[in-house]
């Protein structure tokens, strides 16, 4: 199926019709049908068309016409096209750039309205810190202040002296993912687990279960475990904010970490159904796949 569906990406912009597509599986369109529900949770032609209407996206935002992306992506005119946009996404095409350039004034990113918020490359842990009391309130979730700040520090400590690929603070990264957690309407002692997230392989041996709160510390233990609720839905943030920022890795890295995203996160993202995530998760994965 992963090959079915690197083949659906690299032809967007062509004809493409189910028995095509067992063909190249080697199944009946019968068994195809099935095993492509079963392996993507949804349709042969739904998934098709999504894929093609995110690329869309993407095109719109590049500057091209609406017109122009419609005939590229296989609509036989703007109205058709502009429908199917606002069924799937609840907005008009029209309206895309509009919303972008709301989202970027106050330090968002590229295809935003699509997938889950982003934020600017080289944030500072301080302004990170900001943004993800601002995300939580936006999500309607009740963050004590004062054990939001002292998980913050326990975190800025456990992660001391670290970098990243690119350059930036460690702790960067797990407070993005936290971000991300409050982003996806996770609960509060998830959103602060979310912070070690990586404590574990790229933390300093402080006592995590002595500085946490006991909730915040029972599910940084199962991290590693993927089996409860809480412990994936960090792990796909965090996979989601890595792929992000794949581009400081070398390509045989990309091609790695995106064939690992594959096989083992995107069954977890789409068992969780959340759709922007498997959206964005799938959209980065296919980019360095191979």
Not at 94 to 120: K, Y
């Amino acid at each position: 199926m992963d090959k079915v569906l690197q083949y659906i990406e690299e032809h967007l912009e062509e004809p493409l019709n189910i028995k095509q597509l067992a063909d190249m599986s080697g199944y009946s369109e019968f068994h195809f049908i099935r095993k492509f529900k079963a392996y993507t949770k949804k349709n042969v032609m739904e998934y098709v068309r999504r894929r093609r209407l995110i690329k869309a996206c993407e095109d719109i935002l590049a500057g091209m016409r609406i017109i122009d992306v419609a005939l590229k992506y296989e609509w036989s005119s703007h109205s058709a096209f502009s429908k199917s946009f606002n069924i799937e996404f609840g907005f008009p095409p029209s309206l895309l750039r509009t919303m972008q350039a709301e989202i970027d004034f106050i330090g968002g990113s590229h295809m935003n309205p699509i997938f889950l918020n982003a934020t600017q490359a080289g944030m500072s842990k301080e302004e990170l810190l900001e943004r993800l009391k601002k995300t939580a309130a936006e999500n309607g979730i009740d963050m004590d202040e004062k054990v939001l700040g002292d998980v913050y520090r326990t975190a800025c400590r456990a992660y001391e002296g670290k970098t990243r690929y690119s350059g930036e603070e460690y702790v960067t990264h797990p407070i993005n993912v936290s971000i991300l957690l409050a982003d996806l309407g996770a609960e509060q002692e998830t959103i602060l687990a979310g912070m070690f997230c990586d404590a574990a392989i790229k933390g300093n041996e402080i006592n995590l279960e002595k500085e946490l709160p006991p909730k915040v510390w029972n599910i940084v233990q199962q991290l590693e475990e993927k089996k409860a609720n809480e412990a994936i839905l960090i792990k796909l943030a965090e996979r989601l904010h890595n792929m992000r920022t794949i581009d400081y890795l070398d390509e045989n890295k990309k091609a790695a970490k995106a064939k690992e995203t594959m096989e083992i996160y995107m069954p977890l993202a789409r068992k969780l159904n959340n759709q922007k995530l498997t959206d964005e998760l799938n959209d980065l994965v296919l980019r360095y796949y191979v």
